[in-house]
């Protein structure tokens, strides 16, 4: 391909993915139109293509197309509109899962032979660094530790504890759920990210594992009558930008 077509395909591209996101909205209304299961499992399949740290990949998923489970989510969702969707996926953060997926990454290396200093990394390096001990102890020690050897270099001074893991977690995972609304863009239906609800409800309807961390509710769907409430609205660029 010659450097002027790949420039075209490029300029195609970014259009293609620009018009994509103008397009996603809040959708607070949906018909009762299920979604196929086919698209469910591609759109799941392209979220965890999502970059995560040290591709620990920290996320699950909860997919409720259950009627029954659905209305009790309505209530759970303080009976907003957008939690009347014929389908919801709770995006859960899993703090918890980074040694298995240690383990995982070695057993799932996509080559034949595991190159030698990928598997001295997660074999010791990550298992040290994200383990954090009994109620955080060794959390502690690497905090003195950091403190003391970053005081003649650069070092990496985290996750050292169980409210940085939980934050590690989160933040992964979060690119997971924006990459998942996507994909159901790109499928013709529309999300809504849902943060108003009940977490101890949510436990109590759904099985979720007392480590993880529910950081949303996405209400999925064809939009209704109705479906997006408002113009979009952003802030000045300027406001949010700095540059050096």
């Excluded at 018909?31 to 196929?36: I, K, L, Q």
């Excluded at 698209?39 to 799941?44: M, T």
């Excluded at 985290?158 to 992964?172: C, D, F, I, T, Y």
């Amino acid at each position: 391909m010659s450097q002027e077509a790949t420039k075209h395909c490029a300029t195609d591209s970014a259009q293609a993915f620009r018009a994509l996101m103008e397009g996603r909205r809040a959708i607070r209304r949906f018909t009762s139109e299920p979604v196929p299961e086919q698209v469910i499992q591609e759109c799941l399949a392209t979220a965890v293509l999502a970059p995560s740290s040290c591709n620990l990949q920290p996320w699950s998923f909860h997919v409720v197309r259950s009627p029954e489970l659905l209305l009790q989510l309505q209530t759970v969702c303080l009976n907003q509109n957008a939690a009347k969707a014929p389908l919801i996926i709770a995006v859960l953060a899993r703090p918890d899962t980074w040694k298995a997926a240690c383990t995982n990454v070695l057993k799932y290396w996509p080559e034949k032979d595991v190159p030698r200093s990928i598997a001295s990394f997660y074999m010791s390096i990550a298992p040290f660094q994200y383990n954090q001990g009994f109620l955080g102890a060794l959390g502690l020690f690497k905090r003195l530790l950091i403190g003391w050897t970053g005081i003649k270099r650069p070092v990496m001074r985290g996750p050292n504890s169980l409210a940085e893991m939980q934050l590690w977690a989160v933040k992964s995972s979060s690119l997971a759920a924006q990459s998942l609304m996507l994909a159901f863009q790109s499928h013709g239906y529309g999300t809504c990210p849902m943060e108003g609800f009940d977490e101890k409800r949510l436990r109590k309807v759904l099985p979720i594992p007392k480590e993880a961390i529910p950081i949303m509710l996405l209400a999925v769907g064809v939009p209704g009558e109705r479906a997006v409430y408002n113009p979009r609205l952003r802030f000045p660029i300027g406001q949010c930008v700095t540059w050096h």
